[in-house]
């Protein structure tokens, strides 16, 4: 199977990726471009790409706080928001995603690209 980004054909600058049998769109930082697009084997490839090679539960309640926050409010929490909401330091949750919250965790919670966000 091949999961390496293919450009799209209508020059939008998002990428194409075969991943778990679907077609995603990503934008040129490996953001989700459309939220419904993710599923937990997207995100499972995802993360080990990044280098998570163990994906433990407390990736999954991080990635599935970020999930249900957004769906609820139509935005990312804020950083107080997560820890709180989660009960992980930002300490920790920096262990758990080196790459960082917005790199790390939203991205691969499928959340859009803050830049993109109005």
Same mark, same amino acid.
């Given at each position: 199977?091949?999961?390496? =980004? /293919? @450009?799209? /054909?209508?020059?939008?600058? +998002?990428?194409?990726?075969? !991943?778990? #049998?679907? &077609?995603?769109?990503?934008?040129? &930082?490996?953001?989700?471009?459309?939220?419904?697009?993710?599923?937990? *084997?997207?995100?499972?490839? +995802?993360?080990?790409?990044?280098?998570?090679?163990? !994906?433990? &539960?407390?990736? %999954?309640?991080?990635?599935?706080? +970020?999930? &249900?926050?957004?769906?609820?409010? #139509? %935005?990312? =929490?804020?950083?107080? /928001?997560?820890?709180? #909401?989660? #009960? !992980?330091?930002?300490?920790?949750? /920096?262990?758990?995603? @080196? *790459?960082? !919250?917005?790199?790390?965790?939203?991205?691969?919670?499928? +959340? @859009?690209? =803050?830049?993109?966000?109005?």
């Amino acid at each position: 199977m091949d999961t390496s =980004p /293919q @450009p799209d /054909q209508t020059n939008t600058g +998002l990428h194409l990726r075969h !991943i778990a #049998g679907r &077609e995603i769109a990503f934008d040129s &930082e490996g953001f989700f471009n459309d939220f419904d697009d993710w599923s937990e *084997e997207a995100f499972e490839v +995802l993360a080990k790409e990044s280098g998570l090679t163990d !994906i433990t &539960e407390q990736h %999954r309640k991080v990635v599935r706080f +970020l999930r &249900e926050f957004y769906a609820y409010h #139509g %935005r990312s =929490p804020l950083n107080h /928001q997560l820890r709180s #909401g989660t #009960g !992980i330091s930002a300490l920790e949750m /920096q262990r758990l995603f @080196p *790459e960082g !919250i917005k790199m790390g965790a939203r991205r691969l919670a499928g +959340l @859009p690209n =803050p830049k993109s966000c109005s």
